[in-house]
């Protein structure tokens, strides 16, 4: 089957971000509400969902106080765009693998739990944010992972068939959505899986 499109995550799957955005949450909540998620609650219920989804979730189980949400919220952004700024770096296996798909005449799209703000600054620090058709944010869509509805909206700008189409994912959350989207799912550990060398037998 001939492969016109690769969708990537963005965390966890292009950006070793997933301990980024766990620690800024964890140290938002234990500033804030002296609560802090335990790696075992990280990896089972909250990796890979968005920020806001995770606080409603503490809240509901009374773990957290509801009108300290937003506030919780806004400390989390604050720390996830220091800690981009301080550790992302330039992966240019991630630059040359981009840019072999694109020879190939491959789109190359990328659809992330993440707000705008923290997907555009990661992918501006790694050095690829110029080489996607398209990029896709939880604040693009109605429902984040793990619906489909980020998925399925960027294979609607195109006419490909959803076996033409390759999802790259790495949490559970975000792997169920790509399953659920219909297309071909590849599931990885970490972003050092994410080379030529993944996709050779696919482009």
Known sequence: METKMIIFDLDGVLVDACEWHRVSLNESLKQIS???????????????????????I???RGLIQAALEDQIYQ???HKTLEIIKRDAIIR??????????????????CFTNSIRETA?????????????DVIITNQDVQEPKPSPEGYNKIFNMYNFDKNEIIIIEDSPKGIQAAKSSGCRVIQVNNPDEVNLDLLKDYI
């Open 120 to 132: 555009t600054l990661m992918l501006r620090m790694t050095g690829i944010i110029d080489l996607f």
């Open 58 to 60: 503490l809240s509901e």
């Open 34 to 56: 002296n609560y802090e998620i335990s790696m075992d609650e990280h990896i089972s219920t909250f990796n890979g969902i968005p920020t806001r989804k995770k606080l409603k």
């Open 92 to 109: 240019e296996e991630k630059i040359d693998l981009i840019k072999e798909l694109r020879n190939k005449n491959i789109k190359v799209a």
């Open 75 to 77: 400390l989390k952004q």
